[in-house]
């Protein structure tokens, strides 16, 4: 069964550092998601992506935080300067359809990025 | 906006009992509705969802769900637990307007021999 992929799995990094989580969503998907879940905390959602630019995004998601599908099968999510409170665990999401077609709606996740920040 | 509540922090059942995880949804349209499970160190499962119809859904693993539109709820139900369905479980719902699902906080489940 196809699913949704994420490297690395666990992402240490220091304060102020660039970081850049990957995944390679179901081939057939159009529709791609960033969620984060903090320790402990429920899962928000960050952005979602269509046809090479932000279709949503959560007030979470700021101007430090960006997308990219650099090529038919990544997509990913950098985070220009980290900071502690970005410590989270951040699960990629495809689907193969939006709202407008219930049927097809739901979201695949990734198995997640723990990302650290010290 | 859509929210989600989940009243059960965690629950703990022996194995072989029935289970129901409680969830409510506050929305004002019919809701897109799911539930997902997390084993540790895994990611997001879905185990069945709900968009329109026969308001009992029947998902993986041995499990249902009802949709009561009255009571805003959506619970998730299981005849006989497995010590394998130990882990932590999140509704979320969709909306008719945006691509985001909003989760709820999510209901740990713990099983005893």
């Known amino acids: 069964e196809p699913e949704v992929t994420q490297t690395p799995s666990h992402q240490v990094t220091q304060m102020g550092q660039e970081v850049i989580l990957r995944c390679v969503p179901i081939s057939n998907h159009l529709y791609f998601y960033w969620y984060r879940q903090i320790l402990g905390q429920k899962v928000e959602f960050l952005v979602s992506f269509y046809n090479n630019e932000i279709s949503e995004k959560s007030e979470i998601f700021d101007d430090q935080f960006s997308v990219e599908r650099p090529d038919g099968s990544n997509f990913t999510l950098k985070i220009r300067s980290t900071k502690l409170e970005d410590s989270a665990m951040y699960f990629c999401?495809?689907?193969?359809?939006?709202?407008?077609?219930?049927?097809?709606?739901?979201?695949?996740f990734g198995p997640g990025t723990r990302l650290t920040v010290t | 906006a859509q929210s989600v509540t989940q009243p059960d922090i965690h629950i703990t059942v022996s194995e072989g009992a029935s289970l129901e995880l409680r969830c409510n949804y506050s929305y004002g349209a019919t809701p897109y509705l799911f539930w997902y499970v997390q084993s540790p160190g895994q990611g997001l499962q879905l185990l069945l969802k709900y968009f329109s119809g026969d308001t009992l859904v029947q998902g993986i693993k041995g499990f249902e769900a009802e949709f009561k539109r009255s009571q805003s709820s959506f619970n998730l139900r299981k005849p006989s637990v497995h010590w394998s369905d130990a882990a932590e479980y999140f509704c979320a719902v969709g909306n008719n307007y945006g691509q985001n699902f909003v989760f709820g906080p999510g209901t740990r489940l713990s099983v005893l021999p």
């Open positions: 999401a495809s689907s193969v359809s939006s709202h407008w077609d219930r049927g097809n709606y739901e979201q695949y």
